[in-house]
């Protein structure tokens, strides 16, 4: 369990992380994907393909089958709405990433 000073701040962090417009963005963007079931299908899909790509062995990466799924995903990207999305998820994932690294960066956890 974390102290009170602590957890003041963590909560501190998050109203703050609420009042950007990251995080309004992605909000946004989620709300108009939930409401669209295709669009939340097409999501689904890129996402699936993105990992597919990632799970891929590095020796494959250049291969018929990694330009395939990538072609598929960018397809499925052109979709304004997807595109939105991802865009929006994207950066909110990004900024969440540096107010880690800035919390942590001077934290000493090596053994």
Same mark, same amino acid.
């Given at each position: 369990?974390?102290?009170?000073? $602590?957890?003041?701040?963590?909560?501190?962090?998050?109203? #703050?992380?609420?009042?950007? &417009? =990251? !995080?309004? *963005?992605?909000? /946004?963007?989620?709300?108009?994907?939930?409401?669209?079931?295709?669009?939340?299908?097409?999501?689904?899909?890129?996402?699936?393909?993105?990992?597919?790509?990632?799970? $891929?062995?590095?020796?494959?990466r250049n291969s018929d089958y #990694?330009?395939?799924?990538? &072609? =598929? !995903?960018? *397809?499925?990207? /052109?979709?304004?709405?997807?595109?939105?999305?991802?865009?929006?998820?994207?950066?909110?994932?990004t900024m969440i990433q540096e107010?880690?690294?800035?919390?942590?960066?001077?934290?000493?956890?090596?053994?």
């Open positions: 369990m974390i102290d009170d000073k $602590l957890a003041k701040c963590a909560d501190a962090v998050k109203l #703050a992380i609420k009042e950007t &417009n =990251e !995080y309004k *963005e992605f909000e /946004e963007q989620k709300r108009i994907i939930r409401l669209d079931p295709e669009k939340r299908s097409l999501i689904e899909r890129a996402r699936s393909l993105q990992n597919r790509l990632m799970d $891929l062995p590095e020796d494959q #990694a330009e395939s799924l990538q &072609n =598929e !995903y960018e *397809e499925i990207a /052109e979709d304004t709405a997807v595109y939105d999305y991802s865009r929006a998820e994207a950066m909110y994932m107010v880690l690294a800035r919390i942590i960066e001077n934290v000493d956890i090596d053994i």
